[in-house]
Every structure is written in structure tokens, then in C-alpha cells.
């Protein structure tokens, strides 16, 4: 099966800085890669998604890379804010496991006043 | 994109009884998954909750332990059975509308589960 892997587990940034987190897959059949965004006690909120037909998307400070051939995807944030504090999840799936996801383990992300 | 709400949104329970979580979407969804989050960790998928058959589990959960059912499209319920403490978890139903371009999986709120 998949499986997903997420560097770095805590990242810790200033405001105003790039944050940057990265994941592997092992299913090259992967063809969906979401990004969610979990607040304390809140659900995972989708906030970017890509497929393996394009290579780079952006929605105003988020976007999302991916290489197929290395079998990885990242998600870059711009001029972070304290706001934008949560755990980051990665995750994947192919349209022949029924949009079934699996997720990378989380990164917290702090960005500092 | 959908309105989904669980029921009930937190319970505290007794080793060796039985919970069960509603999981009710305001529009019609092909998909509706079942999944778990343990403190502090991310989620897992339990199963996918199949419309008019039998729910399919994920390796490492059965049905035994989480019966799961889908009368609809837009209503699904997870049971946690004979329950220990070490199904203190988070529960959360998602749904989405199998397809290419349409597969965006969103979640419920989610059930917060502790078993004394």
C-alpha cells in the first residue's frame, strides 16, 4: 500500500518568513496530493490541492509543487503569519483506491510574532 | 462544499460498552470514509462506508470492532464496540464525490472519544 512520509515534524518560523514542507509517496499510481491545515480541536481543513498532471499550483500565499519522478511534493507558505500556527498534513491517493487518503504524520508549524 | 455534522461531538464511556457515531451530510456524496486520530498523531482510515452493502476495512480494523452502516447518501454510522481505553481517539467522518476532478475529501468535526 501507500505509504507517506513528512519533514519536518515541527518547524518554527518568524512572521513575515517562508515555510516549507515536504513529502514523500511510494505509490508512483498516486495521482491526488492534498494539503490539510488542523487547528487545535478543530477538523483538517483543506487548503491546497494538486494533481499528477501539473507540476506547480498556487493559491495567493500557498502553492504546491510536485515531482512524479521523484516521487515527492512540497508546500510552501509566504509571508506566514501567526495565524497560519497548525499541524500540516500531506497526504495521497489514485483514483483506483476510491479516493481513499493516506496521510503523512503531521508537521506543527509556529510562527512567532 | 458540503455541510457535514457528527454526532454526538464528544462522549466519555465505560470499558466494554458500545458507542455509536451518526455522520449526517446536508447533499448527496458517493464517498464516505471513516477515520481515526489518536492524540497527538494523524489520521488513519478505518473504512470506507459503502451505500446499500457492506462497509470495506482497512488492514488492521474489523468489522467486529467498528460496524459500520450507509443507508443513504447522506447518512453513515461508525460504531466503536466493546470499547477500551485505547480507543480514546478522535472519529471523523469525511465525505467526497468519486471522480477525476471531483474527489476533494471533506471532514466532519469529528467525535472525541474517551474510555475510562
Known amino acids: 500500500g501507500e505509504n507517506v512520509e513528512q519533514h519536518p515534524s515541527t518547524l518554527s518560523v518568524q512572521e513575515g518568513d517562508s515555510a516549507v514542507i515536504k513529502c514523500t509517496y511510494s505509490d508512483s499510481a498516486s495521482n491526488y496530493f492534498p494539503w490539510y491545515k488542523q487547528e487545535l480541536g478543530k477538523r483538517p481543513q483543506l487548503i491546497i490541492d494538486?494533481?499528477?498532471?501539473?507540476g506547480e499550483k498556487k493559491d495567493q500565499r500557498i502553492a504546491v509543487t510536485l515531482n512524479k519522478t521523484a516521487k515527492h511534493f512540497s508546500l510552501h507558505i509566504t509571508e506566514t503569519q501567526p495565524e497560519d500556527s497548525a499541524v500540516y498534513f500531506c497526504?495521497?491517493?489514485?483514483?483506483?483506491?476510491?479516493?481513499?487518503?493516506?496521510f503523512g504524520e503531521g508537521t506543527q508549524l509556529t510562527v512567532n510574532p | 462544499s458540503a455541510v457535514i455534522s457528527q454526532k454526538p461531538s464528544r462522549d466519555i464511556c465505560q470499558r466494554g460498552t458500545s458507542l455509536t457515531i451518526q455522520c449526517q451530510v446536508d447533499?448527496?456524496?458517493?464517498?464516505m470514509f471513516w477515520y481515526r486520530q489518536q492524540p497527538g498523531q494523524s489520521l488513519t482510515l478505518i473504512a470506507t462506508?459503502?451505500?446499500?452493502?457492506?462497509?470495506?476495512?482497512e488492514s488492521g480494523f474489523v468489522i467486529d470492532k467498528f460496524p459500520i452502516s450507509r443507508p443513504n447518501l447522506t447518512f453513515s454510522t461508525l460504531t466503536v464496540s466493546n470499547m477500551s481505553p485505547e480507543d480514546s481517539s478522535i472519529y471523523l467522518c469525511s465525505v467526497s464525490h468519486a471522480g477525476s476532478s471531483t474527489d476533494t475529501q471533506y471532514f466532519g468535526p469529528g467525535t472525541r472519544l474517551t474510555v475510562l
Open positions: 447533499s448527496q456524496v458517493t464517498m
Open positions: 497526504a495521497a491517493s489514485r483514483e483506483t483506491s476510491g479516493s481513499r487518503l493516506t
Open positions: 462506508a459503502n451505500q446499500g452493502s457492506e462497509a470495506t476495512y
Open positions: 494538486i494533481r499528477s498532471n501539473v
